[in-house]
């Protein structure tokens, strides 16, 4: 695209992770770009994720046996699977949707698809970071998955074996070798896999909110406004209305994390996204934290050092966008920290909601809208859109400015669910 001086700017909805990361890339590309959020940037879920720059988490939470444990998993408090059954219904078509998804087959395409967006994630960042003044949240890190012990370990090997297929490597720990190489960790849980070069960010909030800041202080614009449709002329984007007024732009990029689905009514095409909700408690000045974020199998959560405190990240849970915080996933987590770390103390904890943005092949949707030229969808990333949003930012930026673009996008293609 060749913006003339006079011409309206690149409109980006949604400052999370993706959104930031569209915008500096476009504003790189030399488009004058505004970016919209309803609250600010980073106050959605790119604010309390783990942290994690998960390349290797390629593995979607669909894989086989899912649906055998998934019924005593939702009866069971004890498991990391929580749903609010008065949005059964509601959820039902999504659901059934997304469960038809667990065959090793679909596994394998999903992990394809997944792979050129998470595979260099530190470096990605890297390059986003660069000059901004955030690069001091990146970290090259080892991503830890710790069992309580070998058995427990080779219980997911279907995982692993997508992994190691998709060209990850790791080192197995197991008994005191494990203990000597973090000691944090109670005896009882006795293995671990530990995944070579991953990345984590340290603040993922403040990283967000810097890369926001710099995209400003570099003329970029950012509006607070809630966006509630596009507007268009003759099959081609002209504004983006808000609440109060419609801005004129001459493209649009829906980056609205899980709350994207209204915003897509004229594009042509209809995509099954749901929120996975998750959760996390913060212990701040702990007494002890892991060397490395660290993945607890049993429990299926995370627990990242951040600055200053302990992040502990994770839960699904299946309830929409408007109810609030449930009580049954934060208890779960705080159970489980002295089974994880013994006598590990805090002076004040804080807890956090997110929404996880789920196409029902969670695979995200990155491309332009059938019915609207100059629309642009950048939402979908699921348990893993820190991880990808770097790239994601950079490929959108691609699309919109018309340079190449050196991977197939038809896996992430917005057309994939009319057929
Ligand atoms: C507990 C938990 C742990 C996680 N851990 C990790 C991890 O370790 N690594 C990883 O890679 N991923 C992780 N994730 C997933 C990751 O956080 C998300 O995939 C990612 O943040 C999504 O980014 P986004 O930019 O698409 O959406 P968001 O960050 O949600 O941003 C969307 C933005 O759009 C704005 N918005 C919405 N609607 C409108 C509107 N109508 N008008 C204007 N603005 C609007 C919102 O205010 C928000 O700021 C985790 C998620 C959870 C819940």
Same mark, same amino acid.
Request: overall charge neutral; hydrophobic content about 40%.
């Given at each position: 695209?060749?913006?003339?001086?006079?011409?309206?700017?690149?409109?980006?909805?949604?400052?999370?992770?993706?959104?930031?990361?569209?915008?500096?890339?476009?504003?790189?590309?030399?488009?004058?770009?505004?970016?919209?959020?309803?609250?600010?940037?980073?106050?959605?879920?790119?604010?309390?994720?783990?942290?994690?720059?998960?390349?290797?988490?390629?593995?979607?939470?669909?894989?086989?046996?899912?649906?055998?444990?998934?019924?005593?998993?939702?009866?069971?408090?004890?498991?990391?699977?929580? =749903?609010?059954?008065?949005?059964?219904?509601?959820?039902?078509?999504? =659901?059934?949707?997304?469960?038809?998804?667990?065959?090793?087959?679909?596994?394998?395409?999903?992990?394809?698809?997944?792979?050129?967006?998470?595979?260099?994630?530190?470096?990605?960042?890297?390059?986003?970071?660069?000059?901004?003044?955030?690069?001091?949240?990146?970290?090259?890190?080892?991503?830890?998955?710790?069992?309580?012990?070998?058995?427990?370990?080779?219980?997911?090997?279907?995982?692993?074996?997508?992994?190691?297929?998709?060209?990850?490597?790791?080192?197995?720990?197991?008994?005191?070798?494990?203990?000597?190489?973090?000691?944090?960790?109670?005896?009882?849980?006795?293995?671990?896999?530990?995944?070579?070069?991953?990345?984590?960010?340290?603040?993922?909030?403040?990283?967000?909110?810097?890369?926001?800041?710099?995209?400003?202080?570099?003329?970029?614009?950012?509006?607070?406004?809630?966006?509630?449709?596009?507007?268009?002329?003759?099959?081609?984007?002209?504004?983006?209305?808000?609440?109060?007024?419609?801005?004129?732009?001459?493209?649009?990029?829906?980056?609205?994390?899980?709350?994207?689905?209204?915003?897509?009514?004229?594009?042509?095409?209809?995509?099954?996204?749901?929120?996975?909700?998750?959760?996390?408690?913060?212990?701040?000045?702990?007494?002890?934290?892991?060397?490395?974020?660290?993945?607890?199998?049993?429990?299926?959560?995370?627990?990242?050092?951040?600055?200053?405190?302990?992040?502990?990240?994770?839960?699904?849970?299946?309830?929409?966008?408007?109810?609030?915080?449930?009580?049954?996933?934060?208890?779960?987590?705080?159970?489980?920290?002295?089974?994880?770390?013994?006598?590990?103390?805090?002076?004040?904890?804080?807890?956090?909601?997110?929404?996880?943005?789920?196409?029902?092949?969670?695979?995200?949707?990155?491309?332009?809208?059938?019915?609207?030229?100059?629309?642009?969808?950048?939402?979908?990333?699921?348990?893993?859109?820190?991880?990808?949003?770097?790239?994601?930012?950079?490929?959108?930026?691609? =699309?919109?400015?018309?340079?190449?673009?050196?991977?197939?996008?038809?896996?992430?293609?917005?057309?994939?669910?009319?057929?």
């Amino acid at each position: 695209m060749n913006q003339s001086p006079n011409q309206p700017p690149v409109a980006i909805i949604g400052a999370g992770i993706v959104g930031v990361s569209t915008a500096i890339w476009c504003q790189r590309a030399g488009l004058n770009t505004l970016l919209i959020d309803r609250a600010g940037p980073a106050s959605g879920t790119s604010f309390g994720n783990a942290g994690v720059l998960a390349s290797a988490s390629v593995v979607p939470v669909t894989v086989p046996g899912l649906i055998a444990k998934a019924p005593r998993m939702v009866f069971d408090k004890t498991q990391p699977l929580f =749903l609010n059954w008065s949005y059964l219904p509601t959820l039902m078509p999504w =659901l059934t949707r997304y469960l038809s998804h667990c065959k090793p087959e679909t596994v394998a395409r999903i992990a394809n698809a997944l792979s050129p967006i998470l595979s260099n994630s530190l470096e990605d960042h890297r390059a986003l970071a660069n000059g901004t003044g955030a690069e001091k949240y990146i970290s090259p890190a080892e991503y830890v998955y710790v069992y309580n012990d070998r058995a427990h370990f080779e219980s997911d090997r279907f995982g692993w074996q997508v992994r190691a297929q998709n060209g990850f490597t790791w080192t197995e720990y197991e008994g005191d070798a494990w203990h000597q190489q973090d000691p944090v960790f109670a005896r009882s849980l006795n293995f671990a896999a530990s995944v070579h070069n991953h990345g984590r960010i340290s603040d993922p909030g403040c990283y967000v909110q810097q890369l926001a800041r710099h995209f400003e202080d570099n003329g970029g614009k950012i509006v607070q406004a809630t966006v509630d449709d596009l507007v268009g002329e003759n099959g081609v984007v002209t504004g983006v209305r808000t609440t109060e007024e419609t801005i004129p732009c001459s493209a649009a990029v829906i980056a609205a994390g899980a709350w994207s689905k209204p915003l897509l009514s004229r594009l042509g095409c209809d995509i099954p996204l749901e929120a996975e909700r998750g959760y996390h408690i913060e212990l701040y000045e702990p007494s002890a934290m892991p060397a490395m974020p660290s993945m607890i199998a049993s429990g299926k959560f995370v627990m990242t050092p951040m600055d200053g405190r302990l992040r502990i990240a994770g839960m699904v849970e299946f309830g929409g966008l408007v109810a609030g915080a449930n009580r049954a996933p934060i208890e779960f987590l705080k159970n489980y920290i002295h089974q994880v770390i013994p006598e590990l103390k805090w002076t004040e904890m804080t807890e956090w909601l997110g929404h996880r943005p789920a196409p029902v092949d969670s695979v995200p949707v990155i491309g332009e809208a059938p019915a609207m030229k100059g629309a642009f969808m950048g939402f979908g990333h699921q348990h893993v859109g820190l991880t990808g949003g770097a790239k994601t930012g950079q490929l959108l930026a691609q =699309l919109v400015s018309g340079q190449p673009v050196v991977i197939d996008m038809a896996p992430y293609s917005p057309l994939r669910f009319n057929k």
